[in-house]
């Protein structure tokens, strides 16, 4: 694994760049991302007129210093002369307000315009540096959809919306039978009077809802790819990546990633630690290293977005600026991430940034170096992570023994109906994939469409829509599937499948689901050993469930392997089923303390202490310090 770091030569006197360059180097980095933001620098006053010469500098300095470069299409920055030029270009929020100049993402996926610009900007920069040989990777605008911006609702939208519908159902009466438009008089008598699901008195239809998700999930992907063809062509041969962020489905990832060649994504645990739906005992137990499996769950997500090659594009080094509280690190928790990374078979880790900025929005984020070029807490991490690297060397990663299956479609389906406030897709999904990991396995995490063959077991924590042929994929499995609530429960254009949930998969196991329920936080129905808790299911089945509730009620129902489960699982009934399962499938299981971790390379296991103290870890017969980590050869 290569390391790096993002940098922004624009930002720094020129005179400084040599000496950036060569400390980059002595620190151990290999790359460096440039220009993703560069816009106004490269083109001040739009006509095609391009400054390049501190570009030109600015590769050839990192380039004699033996870097090499992933260089940024500007495209997430329109400077203030696009936006002036064409003011429509602007994404409209969903309370129809432009999304004003003056930050970032400012841009609509659909305004034809601005991509034509931007098809024009990406030619002129892979024209000019397509060959460079300081090149390595191309990175395609930054972070699609950060800060809200996937649904825009500006006109351009609107009518692009209109001809994505027109080619999905053909006449309005096939859009009107398949989104129910019935009820309530929605009927319409062309696409032409569709209009974006917003600004509606109370919620739009939720068929309305996932068609324009759809939609605006192929107008990024259609943008992205736009970007791709032009690199391809300018720059035969060198990577293409994009990066991804963290606990984000606002577009189908695994569609992005089929056209590019490296899946990256952005890691910042303490942020996101703090930011989504953690418990109050796990924001302090894991506030300076992260929720163990923070990482680690989208370094198995992103493996599976483009074909297993993938790596971490900005990787948090110190306090950020943009969660509710923004504690630092622990003292080994840089050198953890970075090592984490490795050990589940990234191709490069880059921390986000080289040197603090001391000017405008990002002025308390970290970098490796503080504002006045003084090296910051991150840095000797950086040299120790490298050493390590360079001990082990190259580290490739066998298929794991188990696959989670991950659609963005069903986080838009849950999201849109969530029925329960607390059912939330990606915490359900994190949940599974922890109870895994607590056990110590491996996990691959895979799109529906994935080949399944060859894992040993395999968890679908839901599926509210059953793609073609995934049934009978399942059926066709010789190993223990678990399949999780709610899946099966809606069609293609989000309505109650004919003979009720959980429709296709009933030829795997037959059950009905009869009604569902949704609990409000706090309640927890008692079973032996485990509480049901924000959902459940009633069933017909003559199955006689596996496991029950305490009045008798079905939880768990089995057939031929199969298994599925009616209930939000709690983590005991979470880690009954994944220890029955393992059983069945034989694999081995590692029962690990609080905050350690495994995970294993062709050539090495490791092991990682998330805690905040030392822990005994049995398998290694060892205590672990806090933050720190053990390699063993496998
Ligand atoms: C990312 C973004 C970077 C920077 C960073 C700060 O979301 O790609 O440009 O803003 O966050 O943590």
Known sequence: MKLGCCYYPEHWPEEWWAEDARRMAEMGLNLVRIGEFAWSRIEPEGGARYDWGWLDRAIETLHAAGLKVILGTPTATPPKWLVDAMPDMVAIDEQARPRGFGSRRHYCFSHEGYRAECRRITAALATRYGQHPAIAMWQTDNEYGCHDTVLSFSAAAASAFRGWLAARYGTPDALNAAWGNVFWSMEYRSFAEVDPPHLTVTEANPAHWLDYRRFASDQVASFNREQVDILRKASPGVDITHNFMGFFTEFDHHDVGRDIDVATWDSYPLGFLEQFWFSREEKQAYLRQG????????????????????????????????????????????????????????????????????????????????????????????????????????????????????????????????????????????????????????????????????YRMVLVPTLPIIPEGFAEKLAALDCPVLIGPRSGSKTASFCIPEGLAPGALRDLIPLTITRVESLRDGVAEPAEGFAVTRWREDVASDLAPELADSGGRGVVYYKDGVRYCTVWPDRALLKLLVERMAGEAGVELLALPDGIRVRRTQAHVFTFNYAATPVFVPHLEATLPPASWHLDPR
């Open 291 to 454: 929720h163990p499996d923070i990482a680690a769950f989208h370094h198995d997500l992103y493996r599976g977005c483009s074909n297993g090659r993938w790596g971490v594009m900005e990787q948090q080094p110190g306090p950020v600026n943009w969660a509710r509280f923004n504690p630092a690190p622990l003292p080994g928790m840089v050198a953890l991430w970075t090592l984490e990374a490795c050990a589940h078979g990234a191709e490069l880790t880059s921390y986000f940034r080289w040197r603090q900025a001391p000017f405008a929005q990002e002025q308390m984020h970290a970098g490796l170096l503080r504002p006045d070029s003084s090296e910051a807490e991150a840095a000797d991490e950086v040299r120790a992570a490298a050493a390590v690297l360079a001990e082990i060397g190259p580290q490739t990663c066998a298929k794991a023994p188990v696959a989670l299956v991950f659609s963005y479609e069903a986080a838009w389906t849950i999201g849109i109906q969530p029925q329960g406030q607390s059912f939330r897709y990606l915490e359900l999904v994190f949940e599974w994939y922890s109870a895994l990991r607590q056990q110590g396995l491996d996990v691959d995490i895979v799109a529906p469409g994935a080949d399944l063959s060859g």
